[in-house]
């Protein structure tokens, strides 16, 4: 994407199910769990680079002794700098007594993270501020073992205002009003009532408080607690959670909006957000990998058990297909196929854009993220030609020429590497004009590949957002080689909602899709169409959000969107370009087309998978009228 948006979340949390020894004399290692954990987190760095954050539980530690360690980071590569510091203490150990490195005794003594349960979390903020104190994992302490929880995930919850009520009401001082916070304290609320419950009934027995304890983290019903801790989230999630004492969760959304998928053997059990960092990091196949159901939660007990069960029924299937687009690696099988579908399927119109002159077209793709799709662009091209040359060489008849033959076989769809992403540069300068000439150099092009005048450009991104970087580089740059024409290719359609569930895509004004529809409202004297609609909005605020519509869709609705593309055209072209542009964009039918499974398409079409989705683009909407800089939720 040219286009800079911060991506969602990720998680990765292990259980490892055989005592420390057996690691060590399997694989050399007391520290093959942390190890792994460095590995899952460093082949999900692409979800999120503000901040990350790991924990780790040791099990069976006596009194007195720690069990809980937590190092989160907010340095430029925080997750090496998070491993950094866990190896400088292993090495500190190593050097004052080598053998201790390989003593599990002493080193779950004496050392941090060298238990058994580990959770890492990769942090994009969503919003503003960044501090080590917001990253993930949450801890919440308590001196009874099974009260402690850590809670790390990739989430945002759209009614957090309603939860925090909830809190106050059960007579909780939350620190602070946030998802994380009141996500964090609705479990520990249950957690602690869980607790409650428990010890009076095994205290009702006569059983010694000692053994109480013991009867409690072995009974303790994580699908309870979860049950009545997320019945009114309204949101999607990917929730992960330890227990003090052992026990572990990882809960997914009832529409499946935020992903997860899992792994179990005899050694270990591992969930990650990534289905391709779980095969990387443990040699497995596809195959070997579960995806966790919506509304389900993986629990691992203390003991080592693995059971996935029923929290929250799920609702209709609503993945998140940008996901497929352009938030997760690319290296997932079934992402990839997706992606070159996406490129394949936008060919019939990016034929029609260049009136079908292959022989005087050049393809090539922004990088990084598109290139698959662009793989998929030329296959389609492809297949266009060879049933183009087929109906050719029959229209020769039965003694064609063998020169008239090759002659059809050489057509090629022409690519060329066109566009080359440098290092995003840096400056102290203030003057706008030197710091967007600038900026107008994040992209290079590659000289020699196009005949001026003659020859159009087409260049596919994966989506486009707001257009900037297209407006204020790549058009330019582009430019400089003399196309006769310049096509713009989204494998997305149009982004025209916001997203409330964990991306940071909040605000209407600045996708340019909106700003497109608008200009269009306003130069066919169709303003009233902006009044009615925020007339309607503020009439919703007041309402459940059960009863709220998405009244922003009738912004849309006057326009085709072959309209709206036109006029993003126009918004984005740079003045002083001499070749005209054109921008095509992925229709809404061949994305489901592509990405079947995942019809989580709201970005798009404004078809929320939550209640609470209705009620954010409605106050996005308010937001962008009243020129308020601030979120919907």
Sequence with gaps: MSDSIQHECGIALIRLKKPIQYYIDNYGSAFYGVNKLHLLMEKQHNRGQDGAGVANIKLGMKPGERYISRVRSIQKAPIQD??????????????????????????????????????????????????KESCHPFLRQNNWITR?????????????????????KVGQHPKEKSDTVTVLEKIGHFLDVENDELYK??????????????????????????KKASEDWDGGYTMAGLLGHGDAFVLRDPSGIRPAFWFENDEVCVVASERPALQTAFNIQVEEVNELTPGHALIIKKDGSVKETLINEPNEPRKCSFERIYFSRGSDKDIYTERKALGKLIVPPVLETISHDLDNTVFSFIPNTAEISFYGLIKGLDQHLNEKKIAQIKALGANPAEEEIQKIIRQRARIEKIAIKDAKLRTFITQDDSRDDLVSHIYDITYGGIRANQDNLVVIDDSIVRGTTLRKSIFKILDRLKPKKIVIVSSAPQIRYPDCYGID??????????????????????????????????????????????????????????????KISELLTPKNMKAPVDIVFQSIENLHEACPNNLGDWYFTGNYPTPGGNKVVNKAFINWKEDRNERAY
Aim: with cysteine; glycine share 6%; proline share 3%.
């Design 148 to 168: 402690n929880l850590v809670v790390a995930g990739n989430f945002n919850l759209t009614n957090v205002d309603e939860l925090f009520d909830v809190l106050l």
């Design 201 to 226: 009934n095994f205290k009702s027995e006569g059983i010694s408080n000692n053994e109480v304890y013991a009867r409690i983290s072995d009974e303790i019903g994580i699908e309870k607690i979860l």
């Design 505 to 566: 895509m909040a605000k209407l004004g600045d996708f340019i899709a909106f700003n497109a529809a608008i200009a269009l409202l306003k130069e066919r004297r169709m303003e009233q169409v902006i009044e009615d609609v925020y007339t309607k909005c503020l009439g919703q605020m007041d309402l459940p959000k059960e009863e709220v519509v998405n009244f922003v869709k009738e912004i849309y609705s006057p326009f085709k969107p072959e309209e709206i593309s036109a």
């Design 82 to 131: 998070i491993f950094d510091q866990i190896n400088s203490k292993f090495k500190a150990l190593y050097a004052a007594n080598p053998d201790s490195i390989q003593d599990v005794d002493f080193l779950k003594r004496n050392a941090g993270f060298t238990g058994e349960l580990f959770l890492g979390h990769l942090r994009y903020g969503t919003f503003g501020r960044n501090s």
